[in-house]
């Protein structure tokens, strides 16, 4: 007999073997046991998580007649009558799957839906499983509506997709939709551990678990996979041999890493980034890897419980890791190694963005005496934050120093100014002192203060159009010719603007009503005149103008053409 693939031969048969979705497993038993069947169910999810695999069962539930012959509606098939086995065989007159991504038009559907009206052959119901329905057509999808609506009664539709984004809306009003979710790790395990155990071939539950990871939720990938593993080991899945099969970085590097990080230890960090290179490993996955070493690492620090794997044998390693790493340095870590995985593309080649992640890490570690204090728990309470640093400070004067002369006296450097104080968007009434100035305002030129206060968008244009009423020691009066201006946010902006620039809580009050002194708005439009007229005046005078006037009798200069430089 010819070899069978692992995920064929070991497809689920009934719902007591199926893996992962217990949640639409438990509706569907429900709805058989009770006999509240409806016309149309669809099934949404990723690839290999059991949609064609929920519908033959669905369609053997529907359709057994036991092993006596006698049998009914049932949500435990026998598997042995004639219709159970020849729907898993796939030749069930009575059972059709049709794939709509290669029979997606409206004449397709048509030939379906004409065939639909007559009875079952020898079945109890006439079943149509329709998988990548979101293949169809437009014109296919509403072929189908009336049918799927109200189909006879002895016909049930079932569907599947992967986009239900893609599927009309009224096309999932007329469906029971049922989500499949993607397959858990540990169920994943649990699985092929046992599909190997009855195959009769030796394997280790760290190639296990990679081979779960590698298949990203998909039992149908992890199947394939461990037929690849089988094939590739000659028959013993070994962690070493699927390390090497999947291109996987083994965990003594990324542990390493971890160790060099908490050591601050710089050298050991391009070692490991060698070996890595040397045996052409992928940086992509190594960075995944210790993002996930570090959200084990942060799990057990913060919220203090055994993770999900903790059968893993580096588990103790990790712990020891999380008494040494501070809470916020593994966070941070963390981000690195996404954003950096993230970036990798970026890089002038793998390796040195992998190494600049890494020395990104170090660069950013915080002090060794908070390290210590901050590291030294594990309870569910998080540490306080802190600021973080550069391992090593700079020394931005430091190669100067170095390439100054003997005879060169050093610089004189002055003192840092102090810290100028801000206020705070929407906190006009506060002070910044204890006692409020009560010199007054210096306003000699209004104009000239609106050019230096920085504003943008429609506050700037506002504002522009503005004159000065009046002022005193801790307000300005403006008027404006627009409403817009005397309130909202172009009103907070300007406030906070005025104060920011006099150094001190300045209070706006704005007026409405007509403009009557110099506004900015007015000196650049006399301004933008003053140049056209300049410019105007340069062309009229030039000599090769006036003679080309002169020669063409009658000629023009074209009113709007002449602008300003």
Not at 284 to 305: F, M, P, S, V, Y
Request: hydrophobic share 45%.
């Amino acid at each position: 007999m010819a070899y069978q693939v692992l995920a064929r031969k070991w497809r689920p048969r009934n719902f007591e073997t199926l893996v992962g979705q217990e949640h639409v497993v438990r509706a569907l038993r429900h709805a058989l046991d009770e006999r509240r069947l409806h016309h149309a169910w669809l099934f949404t999810g990723t690839r290999g998580v059991g949609k064609t695999t929920l519908s033959r069962i669905l369609a053997k539930c529907l359709n057994c007649i036991g092993s006596d012959g006698a049998g009914d509606i049932t949500s435990k098939p026998c598997g042995v009558c004639r219709p159970c086995t020849e729907i898993d065989a796939g030749r069930f007159v009575d059972y059709i799957e049709m794939d709509a991504a290669s029979n997606r038009g409206v004449d397709e559907m048509a030939q379906l839906l004409e065939q639909a009206v007559y009875a079952p052959s020898t079945a109890r119901f006439k079943g149509y499983m329709i998988d990548e329905v979101h293949m169809l057509t437009s014109h296919a999808f509403n072929a189908m509506l009336k049918t799927l609506e109200e189909p006879p009664e002895h016909v049930k539709f079932i569907l599947a997709t992967t986009d239900p984004q893609k599927i009309p809306v009224t096309v999932l009003s007329r469906c029971l939709q049922f989500n499949l979710k993607q397959m858990p790790l540990p169920d994943i395990a649990t699985h092929l551990a046992d599909v190997l155990g009855q195959e009769g071939i030796a394997f280790e539950g760290g190639a296990l678990r990679l081979l779960g990871r590698a298949a990203a939720g998909s039992m149908r990938d992890a199947l394939s996979l461990t037929d690849q593993a089988i094939a590739y080991s000659a028959g013993q899945v070994t962690e070493a041999t699927v390390r090497g099969m999947l291109g996987a970085l083994d965990q003594t590097y990324l542990l390493r890493i971890l160790d060099a990080l908490a050591d601050g230890d710089g050298a050991t960090l391009m070692t490991v980034v060698d070996e890595i290179a040397a045996r052409s490993l992928s940086f992509g996955n190594a960075l995944q890897e210790l993002a996930g070493l570090l959200h084990r690492i942060a799990t057990i620090q913060l919220i203090a419980r055994d993770t999900d794997d903790a059968v893993d044998a580096d588990e103790a390693h990790l712990r020891a890791l999380a008494a040494r790493l501070a809470p916020d340095d593994v966070q941070l870590h963390y981000q690195i190694a996404t954003h950096g995985r993230r970036d990798l593309p970026l890089a002038p080649d793998e390796t040195t963005g992998f190494a600049m992640t890494l020395l990104r890490m170090l660069a950013f570690r915080a002090d060794d005496a908070s390290t210590a204090s901050a590291a030294s728990t594990t309870s569910a309470a998080p540490s306080a934050p802190r600021v973080l640093r550069p391992a090593v400070a700079a020394r931005p004067d430091a190669s100067i120093e170095a390439a100054r002369p003997p005879s060169m006296p050093p610089p004189v450097v002055p003192a840092p100014a102090p810290p100028a104080a801000s206020i705070e968007p929407g906190a006009a009434n506060a002070t910044r002192s204890a006692v409020p100035s009560t010199e007054p305002l210096v306003i000699d030129d209004w104009v000239a203060v609106v050019g230096r206060l920085k504003l943008t968008g429609l506050t700037r244009e506002l504002v522009q159009q503005t004159e000065l009423v009046a002022h005193d020691e801790r307000s300005i009066t403006l008027r404006a010719p627009l409403k817009a201006l005397a309130g909202g946010g172009a009103y907070d902006k300007l406030k906070l603007a005025v104060s920011q620039y006099f150094g001190r809580p300045v209070a706006v009050i704005v007026e409405v009503g007509a403009v009557k002194g110099v506004t900015v708005a007015a000196v650049r439009s006399d301004e933008r005149a003053a140049r056209q007229a300049d410019a105007q005046a340069i062309i009229d005078a030039d000599p090769f103008v006036q003679a080309v006037v002169r020669d063409f009798g009658g000629a023009t200069i074209v009113p709007g053409s002449v602008k300003p430089v």
